[in-house]
């Protein structure tokens, strides 16, 4: 995968987030801001992933939201990330029953957060985009790009079929970044927010 400098900076910055996050937990395993935080940061890194390793990082990610829901069921920002790991999550599913219903699952946890903060906007356009998300799922699974993001795809295809899989696969990245980017954004925020310096040495 060829890497741009911007792509290679956020990557090293949410390993360093997902790392930070890793050893707060240690320490306060009930931080429902610092699970928030590792779990954004593991949706940001599952980009730079190959499909079967994106997915569990999101699966991870899910888990780690969950748990924070446990400390405070109200959180929404939690609950708005949680309804991005699962479109992540569907976008990454070929088939569109099962995508369906992780986009139920995101449709539920984005309502929710827009319950809890209505007047957020990024929640509210989150919640509208994902009622378009199905039909966008159907239109890139329909193009062929399922099959190569699932790894698939035919080595027989012409080079105005490659090209064609090329613009695709760049509407496929450019519809899936909404999601990606916006999770960066908050993971970006609550950690600027969070973060103190280090006390001094005794």
């Known amino acids: 995968m060829d890497m741009t400098q911007n792509d290679l900076d956020r990557l090293m910055f949410f390993e360093h987030a997902r790392k930070t996050a890793e050893i707060q937990y240690e320490t306060n395993p009930l931080d429902a801001d610092n699970l928030t935080?590792?779990?954004?940061?593991?949706?940001?890194?599952?980009?730079?992933?190959?499909?079967?390793?994106?997915?569990?990082?999101?699966?991870?990610?899910?888990?780690?939201?969950?748990?924070?829901?446990?400390?405070?069921?109200?959180?929404?920002?939690?609950?708005?990330?949680?309804?991005?790991?699962?479109?992540?999550?569907?976008?990454l599913t070929p088939e569109l029953d099962m995508a369906k219903v992780y986009f139920d699952k995101a449709?539920?946890?984005?309502?929710?957060?827009?319950?809890?903060?209505?007047?957020?906007?990024?929640y509210v356009k989150s919640l509208q985009m994902n009622a378009k998300a199905p039909?966008?799922?159907?239109?890139?699974?329909?193009?062929?790009?399922g099959q190569q993001l699932a790894g698939g795809g035919s080595s027989t295809s012409s080079n105005a079929k490659g090209s064609k899989k090329k613009k695709n696969n760049?509407?496929?990245?450019?519809?899936?970044?909404?999601?990606?980017?916006?999770?960066?954004?908050?993971?970006?925020?609550?950690?600027?927010?969070?973060?103190?310096?280090p006390p001094p040495p005794r």
């Open 170 to 197: 760049d509407l496929t990245y450019d519809i899936c970044g909404w999601v990606i980017l916006a999770v960066g954004i908050v993971a970006c925020v609550g950690m600027m927010k969070s973060h103190v310096p």
């Open 107 to 122: 449709t539920q946890y984005f309502q929710q957060a827009v319950d809890e903060d209505p007047s957020n906007e990024l």
């Open 37 to 91: 935080r590792w779990a954004g940061a593991l949706i940001e890194l599952s980009q730079f992933q190959s499909v079967s390793d994106s997915k569990k990082m999101i699966k991870d990610a899910i888990s780690k939201l969950e748990e924070a829901l446990v400390v405070n069921p109200s959180k929404h920002d939690t609950l708005w990330c949680l309804g991005n790991a699962h479109t992540s999550q569907a976008f």
């Open 135 to 145: 039909e966008l799922h159907m239109e890139i699974h329909k193009h062929g790009l």
